[in-house]
């Protein structure tokens, strides 16, 4: 079992930047693909972003995409979303999640294995 927590969220006036990160424990985090999604009150979670188990490849929605930007380091356990120009359509909780199939998917139902969640709010 993978366990994964999320940190580093809270309040921020648009136009700024947070960093978000995701501790993994439980199991060879290197050979998992990692991704964040956000759900924001009364949407469906939504893919944020996503990682390859190597780190080569990356994926990110439209919405965040040359605002965003996910990094993992192996050697700590750890996946990091980093958060710049922010707007108040970002404001959500945002999720960390893995697979073990290494590959840097979009879709929900491909990541077994999920954090908690950590609050960004984004003011206007």
């Known amino acids: 079992q993978l366990q994964l927590v999320e940190s580093g969220g809270g309040l921020v006036q648009a136009g700024g930047s947070l960093r978000l990160s995701c501790a993994a424990s439980?199991?060879?985090?290197?050979?998992?693909?990692m991704a964040w999604f956000r759900q924001a009150p009364g949407k469906e979670r939504e893919f944020a972003a996503a990682?390859?188990?190597?780190?080569?490849?990356?994926h990110y929605a439209d919405s965040v995409k040359g605002r965003f930007t996910i990094s993992r380091d192996n050697a700590k356990n750890t996946v990091s979303l980093q958060m710049n120009t922010l707007k108040p359509e970002d404001t959500a909780v945002y999720y960390c999640?893995?697979?073990?199939?290494?590959?840097?998917?979009?879709?929900?139902?491909?990541?077994?294995?999920w954090g908690r969640g950590t609050q960004v709010t984004v003011s206007s």
């Open positions: 999640a893995a697979n073990y199939y290494g590959v840097a998917a979009v879709a929900t139902n491909q990541y077994p294995y």
């Open positions: 439980g199991r060879t985090f290197s050979r998992y693909a």
């Open positions: 990682i390859s188990w190597s780190g080569d490849i990356t």
